[in-house]
Nanobody, 130 residues
Framework: QVQLVESGGGSVQAGGSLRLSCKAS????????MAWFRQAPGKEREGVAT???????TYADSVKGRFTISKDNAKNTLYLQMNTLKPEDTAMYYC????????????????????????WGQGTQVTVSS
């Protein structure tokens, strides 16, 4: 029932920008935390940024000051604005959600850890050339 669909990936030169989108359905943002993860070939999946229903955010050190996570509750969409892209940002980017059914929030103890999330999108490729 919960579905996440990413879009906005592509190829860009170093120093450029991209905005990723994640359209969500089947749940309410008021009962979820959402996140962006990325995985490069041969490497482990790593957390990039997270945002919860209270709008609190968490960023990986490698993207602080360059990436911004945001959400539009009316459109049920998550965004990742990526500026000053570097070749090391090249990866498959995944949208993820941690959804709770109760009234009170259930925030992840380790928000940048993949195991904290219940649902995942199919991914969108970002390639940054030097």
């Amino acid at each position: 029932q919960v579905q996440l669909v990413e879009s906005g990936g592509g190829s860009v030169q170093a120093g450029g920008s991209l905005r990723l989108s994640c359209k969500a359905s089947g749940y309410s943002y008021s009962r979820a935390c959402m996140a962006w993860f990325r995985q490069a070939p041969g490497k482990e999946r790593e957390g990039v940024a997270t945002i919860c229903s209270d709008s609190s955010t968490t960023y990986a050190d490698s993207v602080k000051g360059r990436f911004t996570i945001s959400k539009d509750n009316a459109k049920n969409t998550l965004y990742l604005q990526m500026n000053t892209l570097k070749p090391e940002d090249t990866a498959m980017y995944y949208c993820a959600a941690r959804v709770w059914g109760g009234m009170f929030p259930e925030y992840p103890e380790r928000p940048l850890t993949p195991a904290e999330y219940n649902y995942w999108g199919q991914g969108t490729q970002v390639t940054v050339s030097s």
